[in-house]
């Protein structure tokens, strides 16, 4: 079901919980350790970074502002287990907290899509974390927040794009520097037309680093089609 489908409510949000949002929508897990799984995506709107590989720029603005209970009844609408709260960066919103306690407590499986740029120590603990690392052809990398790994949870995981064989060198200086591989599963995925395919897996299997090469597996099927 799509958003423009459901009541908007213009109450504050001090007084209903809610979140501005973008869409909901159904597709399959295209990565981390869910790849392949059927989904439901919540995408909340906004985001205070402006990476220049950005594939959702769309969700920066716009959306509208609906009350959790009303998302909650939309998510469940798809009868499915998995849900992946994404965005944007869903953190930048106070809503997003008590909409993924929320989830959690129906009994979904929640994943939350995270820049790395905001605080995640006040998230449910039931909730697995995929968590970017920005690397330097981003242009967000000054606003890592490298804090945020002391909350993560060995069930969590790190996500780094790659965009050039200068971002995946830093990314093995990092992964060293805070012993990432020996804590958690670090996910790579090259920018699509920045970086091959064959040339990240390459440099994956001559690296001495403990990570996992994944390609978006909805741009396979989908291309870069919102809602997919």
Known sequence: MRVDEARVVDAPEAVIPQVRLTEIFR??????GSVGWPTVFVRLTGCPLRCVYCDTAYAFTGGQRYPIDEIMDQVAAH????????????????????????LCDQGFSVSLET????AIEDVDSR??????LKAPSSGES?????????YLKPTDEIKIVIGSVEDFRW?????????????????????????????LAEWVLGSERRMRYQFQLHKLIWGNEPGH
């Open 79 to 102: 009868r499915t287990r998995h849900v992946c709260v994404t965005g944007g960066e869903p953190l930048a919103q106070p809503g997003c907290l008590p909409l993924l306690t929320a």
């Open 142 to 150: 000054a606003r890592n927040l490298m804090k945020n790994l002391d």
């Open 171 to 199: 990314a093995e200086q990092v992964i060293v520097e805070y012993g990432l591989d020996e804590r958690f599963d670090v996910l790579v995925s090259p920018v699509f037309g920045a970086v091959s395919p064959q040339a």
């Open 115 to 118: 820049s790395g740029a905001m």
């Open 127 to 132: 909730v697995r974390l995929v968590m970017d």
């Open 27 to 32: 597709s399959l897990q295209g990565e981390s």
